[in-house]
């Protein structure tokens, strides 16, 4: 069997997998490869047909920026039978291996129920949300950058018509807004909000990612 036929979760070629129930609704799963542990942290029904997958910046992150975003959105979601899997991935900044980290935990998913998908990144980890978000092809109905970079983007066109949403802070110190524009440009479509005075890590935005973010996320997940 070659490679193209594999799927992503074969091909990290894992050589064990653990996984404990650390709360009622609340997953923690390590992946062993040979390159690297892969880190999952899964909210909500494990055969959730709808699923929020999201993925850190260039260091790697589970909290997400806005002050622990990607675990309120998992509590939040769960609350509604949205499955969300917060990626760790095995070797932060490593594009390539970052969207098979994403995929891989995609296909996890899928295998286990998930038909419907939205992606999620910050600054580094919108690359990777887009990537992986046109591996996924139809089964992505939506993808969201916070602060993103634009190099990686460049396949932002494969994405056909998925709905893009971009965030991006008015002060952001690492990434100018401009960045978030040339993704949408990329794209040939995208909303971008712009969150006035605020910083790379969203902090100021906290309370109105949360607000649109558990508005938009179940619209484009429902079936």
């Not at 509604?80 to 990626?87: E, H, L, S």
């Not at 040939?188 to 969203?202: C, K, M, S, W, Y």
Request: with cysteine; hydrophobic share 40%.
């Amino acid at each position: 069997m070659t490679d193209d036929a594999r799927s992503p979760l074969e091909l990290l070629e894992a050589l064990s997998v653990q996984e404990v129930e650390v709360a009622e609704g609340f997953r923690h799963l390590e992946v062993y490869t040979m390159r690297g542990l892969l880190t999952l942290l899964w909210h909500g029904p494990v055969d959730a047909s709808a699923v929020l997958v999201t993925g850190g910046g260039g260091m790697g992150s589970l909290l997400g920026p806005a002050d622990g975003l990607y675990h309120d959105l998992g509590v939040q979601l769960a609350q509604r039978d949205i499955g969300t899997v917060r990626v760790g991935y095995r070797k932060p900044n490593d594009l390539s291996r970052c969207v098979h980290d994403m995929a891989a935990a995609a296909d996890l998913a899928g295998r286990r129920g998930a038909r419907r998908f939205v992606t999620m990144g910050h600054s580094f980890g919108g690359a990777v949300a887009i990537q992986t978000g046109a591996v996924l092809g139809t089964h992505c109905r939506g993808v969201v950058t916070l602060s993103t970079q634009s190099a990686g983007c460049e396949v932002a066109g494969e994405l056909g018509d998925t709905p893009l949403l971009l965030f991006h802070g008015t002060a952001d110190e690492i990434l100018p807004p401009e960045t978030s524009a040339m993704v949408q440009m990329l794209a040939g479509h995208g909303e971008i909000v712009l969150l006035p005075g605020d910083g790379h890590l969203l902090s100021e935005s906290a309370g109105e990612l949360r607000e649109r973010l558990l508005e938009w996320i179940p619209a484009h997940l429902a079936e």
